[in-house]
């Protein structure tokens, strides 16, 4: 990848009524060649910043460059970015092939130039013999593929993904997450991509952005975000997660005790608290849990009572309450060893030190 940036955002704010900031002094730099997720709720400002970057929105304060040249004054279809909406935007009255030429025309490209290069991209999304079709002719998935074709076929640096796979079925959603990675892998073309559906940021991303009410909350690869969260926030929103609340009572360098409401301590690592005294939320991944580990082999190892048990083939979801909580999960793997849970049951319930993350207060 290239030192400079492709995409760099400086102190861009976003205000529609002149009061409120939906984006909030946003910085980021968006690399060649990468595929960067914006994710986040409803109403996080993430859409709000790809339609600034397209050109659809101004920013109210702030620069956008684009291969390091400003473009808030350029308008979009001056600057040479393929897009992708959840809706597809096809022409209805052109067949599949005349869609995928059209930016080529607006472009002067010469008739020869333009049937092959729809032919090459009807070819990287598994249509070519589908360019005499009409979008009405063809399923969700295919005029999705359409879509996602017509915006590479003119070879800009740059794509733009807004919610593309939002009106696809669950396994369907699921193959054009990998076919779109391949693609951007195979190709090395630049792609920033909203969505607020968590795993399909998981699979497709070099690096995701969490966005909550304006601003990144986190931005790193997926990895490190479901593994090593930040804040309450970004825990809370990527992947499953248990949450317990309590007080800092010691910090001891990157490690703490926090102490539940009944003054049960906890050990953890201070991610987010600095001192004692501090109100903290606990984060712990249902899959770091061990039902009934061996004594000593964990620090923190606290009874439970079997609330539910749900099979899941791979792996057995058991609730459990835990620490005055209800909520808490497990995943247990599938073996034999715990086929002989029940609902009812006490059992131990135990983790690391180094799986129990100290962040800053939640409040749900």
Same mark, same amino acid.
């Given at each position: 990848?290239?030192?400079? !940036? ?15 900031? $939906? ?5 980021? %730099? ?36 684009? %291969? ?5 004054? *350029? !308008? ?19 067949? $599949? ?8 025309? *607006? ?27 009409? !979008? ?18 003119? %070879?800009?640096?740059? @794509? ?36 607020? %559906? ?74 987010? $608290? ?23 082999? *964990? ?30 999960? @497990? ?34």
């Amino acid at each position: 990848m290239s030192e400079t !940036p492709l995409v760099r955002f400086q102190n861009v704010q976003k205000s529609y009524d002149g009061k409120v900031l $939906v984006v909030k002094d946003l910085n980021l %730099d968006v690399q060649r060649g990468e595929f960067l997720t914006m994710l986040g709720p409803s109403g996080s400002g993430k859409t709000t910043c790809l339609m600034m970057l397209a050109g659809f929105e101004p920013a109210t304060h702030g620069e956008i460059y684009l %291969d390091d040249q400003p473009i808030n004054n *350029v !308008p979009p279809h001056k600057r040479g970015i393929g897009m992708v909406f959840q809706n597809y935007a096809l022409f209805p009255h052109m067949t $599949v092939a005349e869609n995928l030429a059209f930016p080529l025309e *607006v472009r002067k490209m010469t008739k020869s130039e333009r049937e092959s290069r729809v032919l090459r991209a009807l070819d990287m999304v598994q249509l070519g013999d589908f360019g005499s079709r009409r !979008p009405a002719q063809l399923s969700g998935g295919q005029q999705q593929r359409v879509a996602v074709a017509r915006a590479l076929v003119f %070879d800009p640096e740059l @794509v733009l993904m807004d919610e593309p796979l939002g009106a696809l079925d669950k396994n369907l959603r699921e193959q054009m997450q990998y076919e779109i990675k391949h693609i951007h892998e195979s190709l090395g073309v630049t792609v920033v991509y909203v969505t607020h %559906d968590q795993s399909e940021a998981l699979t497709m991303s070099n690096r995701i952005a969490v966005f909550n009410d304006g601003v990144i909350q986190q931005l790193a690869p997926p990895d490190d975000l479901y593994e090593r969260p930040e804040n309450a926030f970004v825990a809370q929103f990527i992947g499953e997660n248990n949450k317990l609340r309590g007080t800092v009572s010691e910090v001891s360098g990157d490690r703490c005790i926090v102490q539940t409401a009944d003054g049960v301590p906890i050990s953890a690592m201070a991610v987010n $608290v600095s001192a004692s005294g501090e109100e903290s939320t606990l984060s712990l991944r249902p899959e770091r849990v061990v039902i009934n580990p061996d004594a000593g082999s *964990v620090p923190n190892i606290f009874n439970a009572q079997v609330l539910e048990l749900i099979y899941l083939g791979d792996h057995i979801r058991t609730r459990v309450s835990i620490l005055g909580r209800d909520d808490f999960v @497990v995943k247990v793997p599938n073996s034999s060893n715990h086929a002989s849970l029940r609902e009812g049951d006490v059992v131990s319930v135990g983790w690391l030190q180094e799986d129990c993350r100290a962040l800053d207060a939640w409040s749900e």
